[in-house]
């Protein structure tokens, strides 16, 4: 088992910055990926970035050039900077784990609890 525990959400105005950490309790897989995902209201979790141990990324078209994922490898850390705030990026914020050979179905697919990031004024 892995287990996730995610910090850094809150209240922000429109253009604030915001930083999000997730710490994995262990590292199970050679070849994994760390993400964010993110649900709003009536939505569908949706993926915000993830990112590979061996640092490959990918971001959802909505937040390149104000978003940036990093890791700690060592550490089993993801961080998720976010700047330019916008309201459309209020959601509660999920933090995964999953191996890099990841299928939708596969068994090993681990989540944190969630942390709320609210934009507005």
């Known amino acids: 088992q892995v287990q996730l525990v995610e910090s850094g959400g809150g209240l922000v105005q429109p253009g604030g910055s915001l930083r999000l950490s997730c710490a994995a309790s262990r590292s199970i897989f050679s070849l994994n990926v760390m993400g964010w995902y993110r649900q709003a209201p009536g939505k569908q979790r949706e993926l915000v970035a993830d990112?590979?141990?061996?640092?490959?990324?990918n971001y959802a078209d909505s937040v390149k050039g104000r978003f940036t994922i990093s890791r700690h490898n060592a550490a089993n850390t993801v961080y998720l900077q976010m700047n330019s705030l916008k309201p459309e990026d209020t959601a509660v914020y999920y933090c995964?784990?999953?191996?890099?050979?990841?299928?939708?179905?596969?068994?090993?697919?681990?989540w944190g609890q969630g942390t709320q990031v609210t934009v507005s004024s």
């Open positions: 995964n784990y999953r191996p890099a050979n990841y299928r939708p179905g596969d068994l090993y697919d681990y």
């Open positions: 990112m590979t141990n061996d640092g490959t990324t």
